[in-house]
């Protein structure tokens, strides 16, 4: 990690050296996994890089046992492709058996960004929560942090939890996990801590192994709730499980944000848009010239469409390798590689956009708390 680099939950700035995050946060790569991981692209291809106790998930999963995987999502801004990397662990999760659990995090909008709370539901809702659907999602536990359920049980077990995990905690560690933190986001964080225990109180699932995949980014949360569950004596708790994905590429070649419309490529995108954000703003790896280009050949490694293509759009392994080996000889151009993402991309918002529209009816389902 450059000096320059900021990485915390709410901020990321400048270069990642994700080998370097893996030694400093304590992390384990991931390496042998059950064949129907090496199936899924994410895992194939290394896209999801390390983890913190996995067994006990796959254990759950080999001895066909409960399990929960838990995330959750920041409703500001469009959902762009860089989230489907997230939903899609949610589908490929609940293939495998997990009860999944999604917190929309509008407690934390509110403290973190100031977004109005009715501001907040509208953008899970027509924004998360239906593109989830449309990507494979079927019905699961999906609430907001601000409105747990109608349940009094269930919500006064979640708030409480929240309570009694800020008696365990103090805020020297805050400030050594953190860095500086304001009054609200050491509230967000307690309350994140809760979202990612919680579905093993009585009042949930009980006492089942949960696993939250994240960015790298989120880790600091992961620490806080582990090191303070293994203090508290009742309610007991297993040790959160956790794995970590590298982030998608924005179009410049930096983290793609929500807040900057052409660093990313939003799935309700138009195939004219696709088109136009893709030739004038994703990053190349070739080389200045056709000429130079056919010489010395192109950088898959740092070209933004190239690595579109190795997270979402090729599927078929050794067309990518073929893809790759042409463009680093030389004999793909830059802008053929773009011309070939642009198609790849827009025949899967195609479809997408149609399951969308059908997505909208669903949305009730997955909201009953």
């Known amino acids: 990690m450059e000096k320059k680099s900021k990485i915390t939950p709410w901020e990321v700035e400048g270069k990642i050296n994700y080998d370097r995050l893996i030694k400093k946060f304590g992390l384990s790569e991931l390496k042998e ?70 917190a929309v995090a509008d407690l934390e909008a509110y403290n973190a960004r100031g977004q109005s709370l009715e501001e907040s539901r509208k953008i899970a809702m027509e924004e998360y929560i239906e593109n989830y659907i449309a990507l494979g999602l079927k019905p699961c536990e999906i609430y907001f942090q601000s409105d747990r359920s109608k349940d009094a049980k269930k919500s006064n077990a979640y708030y409480r939890l929240q309570n009694i995990l800020a008696k365990h905690t103090s805020f020297a560690e805050f400030k050594g996990v953190y860095g500086e933190v304001s009054p609200g986001k050491m509230l967000a964080s307690l309350l ?63 983290k793609m944000s929500s807040s900057e419309p052409n660093s990313y490529i ?79 991309m827009n025949d899967f918002l195609r479809e997408h956009q149609k399951k969308k529209k059908e997505a909208r009816k669903k949305v009730g389902e997955f909201l009953k708390g």
């Open 33 to 102: 996994l059950p064949n129907v991981f090496n199936e899924n692209v994410l895992f194939r291809r290394k896209i999801i890089f390390a983890h913190r106790d996995i067994q006990r998930i796959l254990e759950a999963i080999k001895n066909k046992k409960p399990f929960v995987m838990m995330t959750g999502l920041m409703p500001t801004g469009k959902f762009h492709i860089g989230h489907m990397i997230l939903a899609q662990q949610m589908i490929f999760y609940q293939k495998l058996g997990a009860k999944v659990y999604i």
């Open 192 to 254: 994140q801590a809760s979202d990612m225990l919680h579905p093993q109180l009585p009042e949930f699932e009980g006492l089942v192994p949960v696993i939250v995949p994240v960015g790298i980014d989120q880790d600091p949360h992961l620490r806080l709730a582990r090191d303070i569950s293994k203090r508290i004596k009742k309610p007991k708790f297993i040790q959160l499980s956790s794995t970590y994905h590298l982030f998608a590429l924005g179009l410049r070649g930096d």
């Open 266 to 344: 939003a799935l309700t995108d138009s195939p004219e848009q696709v088109k136009k954000k893709i030739n004038k703003y994703a990053f190349s790896g070739g080389q200045a010239t056709i000429e130079e280009h056919r010489k010395k050949g192109g950088n898959p490694d740092i070209d933004v469409s190239f690595q579109y293509l190795k997270m979402f759009f090729e599927p078929d392994d050794e067309k990518l390798k073929d893809i790759e080996k042409k463009y680093k000889s030389g004999e793909m151009l830059t802008g053929e590689l773009k011309k070939y993402l642009i198609g790849k």
